[in-house]
């Protein structure tokens, strides 16, 4: 599992709490594991059977697993450029080869606005809470485009910027807080980049975690109830398509 280095780009550093929530129950089962579950949902395309993946912000590696079970792929490259957070990402690839080693790993010191990947070379690209840390958006959006095979699908999960915006994420965690974009502006950006997808490919869950006013109390104990449409979306999930031309 060979790293590589990239020249050092803008961004904006992690807290020590957010890194460290990163490793928790909550992060792995009810936001890593919930997202590709409904991502792996919206996908309408045939995929190869056993897909080339790459997790762009792998962080930590929690999604290895889960992303196996998945889409059983051959093999998954893992880009971050947080070189603590690549180190447990070893140790999570290890752990996944040590129970099945049906998939190769691939581990990457890099930049998502300057992937070192050959061109059309993955089936997936697998960006799931990475996109609101970069402050280079487009060129990352260029990239994941560039080394999807045509026909290739990003799977894109995002936080919007009502949730980003909040004081509790706003006291625990870092962002960039310049790029952050609505459900509608990240959907926008996506068809901008060349990205094709309908209503069926797009998701916004509700989901308690993503409600930093109240983690859905008020709607669990009945006071609350909001609907589609008459509510600020918080999370916005999308299974796009590189044209094939």
Sequence with gaps: MPASRS??????????????FLRTHTWEHHVLRVAI??????????????PAIVDVGCGQGKSFRLLIEAFAPRSITGVDYHEASLELAQRAAHACQQRSGATEFTLLHGD???????SASADIVFCHQTFHHLVEQERALAEFQRVLKPGGVLLFAESTEAYIRSWVIRLLFRHPMQVQKSAEGYLAMLRAAGFRFTDRNVSLPYLWWSRATDFGLFERLGLHRPEPG????????????????
């Design 7 to 20: 020249h050092p780009v803008p961004f904006v550093p992690e807290t020590a709490f957010g890194i460290w």
């Design 37 to 50: 579950e409904d991502l792996r949902r919206l996908i309408d395309t045939p995929l190869p059977e056993a």
């Design 112 to 118: 998502c606005a300057n992937l070192p990947l050959p």
């Design 230 to 245: 008459k509510r600020r979306e918080t999370l916005v999930n999308v299974a796009a398509v590189k044209p094939l031309r």
